[in-house]
């Protein structure tokens, strides 16, 4: 009887372990994802949090300079990226600062090669700043526009711009990874024109 009571209770306690392992494996298994950025981006990107803006590359700094002439790579928009969506809020934290108040920035601007863009809506209520990932303009009308142009990373100067088209189409994926084309016009299709410029390494001194 003793010896019966015995095994019982060891069966038990073994069962009770081999599920408390399942669930725990369950509990630390890691979320895989994919990153398009490489390890120097990562640390730069990672080095802060959310909130803190990131350092603005300027044309008076030759390194910085090349890196603003390079053209930059497309990612693979992932949610589950963590480097993604904090470089989008620091992005955000960057044109936002009282330091460098802009309308729109790109991820070379912050020493990311990568096609990444924050655009203020300009054209929507409550002129919101939304990410661009991959963006293209794949059509510009004929009509231009003039706009007084100037640049986070160049400082001091300012001109106008005469070669800007009126209205643009442009074609772009969301952070979800949603493939989306819209016409935008106007001054938003200006800093459309500026923001994309700075994927392909022309900045707005090069349309004066």
């Known amino acids: 009887m003793k010896k019966r009571v015995y095994l019982l ?12 392992c399942g669930i725990f494996n369950r509990e630390v298994k890691t979320v895989q994802y994919s990153s ?3 390890n120097n981006e990562i ?20 390194k910085d300079s090349i890196i603003l002439r390079t053209k930059c790579d497309n990612i693979t928009p992932n949610t589950k990226d963590p480097f993604l969506n ?3 809020k620091r992005m955000y934290a960057t044109v936002a600062d009282s330091a460098s108040l802009g309308v729109g920035i790109a991820a070379p601007q912050v020493g990311v090669s990568k096609n990444i863009i924050l655009v203020q809506r300009v054209d929507k209520e409550g002129e919101p700043f939304e990410a661009y990932i991959n963006p293209r303009i794949i059509q510009w009308t004929d009509k ?5 142009e ?13 070669t800007r088209a009126y209205a643009v189409l442009i074609e772009y994926y969301t952070p979800a990874g949603e493939k989306k084309s819209e ?4 001054y938003t299709a200006v800093i459309f024109q500026h923001e994309t410029d700075h994927l392909n390494g022309i900045l707005f001194i090069d349309h004066l």
């Open 43 to 62: 640390t730069l990107i990672m080095e802060a949090d959310t909130t803190t803006p990131l350092r603005v590359l300027k044309t008076t700094n030759l």
């Open 86 to 88: 904090t470089l989008i």
């Open 144 to 148: 231009k526009q003039e706009c007084p």
């Open 36 to 38: 398009s950025f490489n």
């Open 183 to 186: 016409m935008v016009e106007g």
């Open 150 to 162: 100037g640049c986070l990373s160049i400082p001091n100067i300012r001109g106008v711009t005469k």
């Open 9 to 20: 209770i060891l069966t038990i306690v073994i069962t009770a372990s081999t599920q408390s």
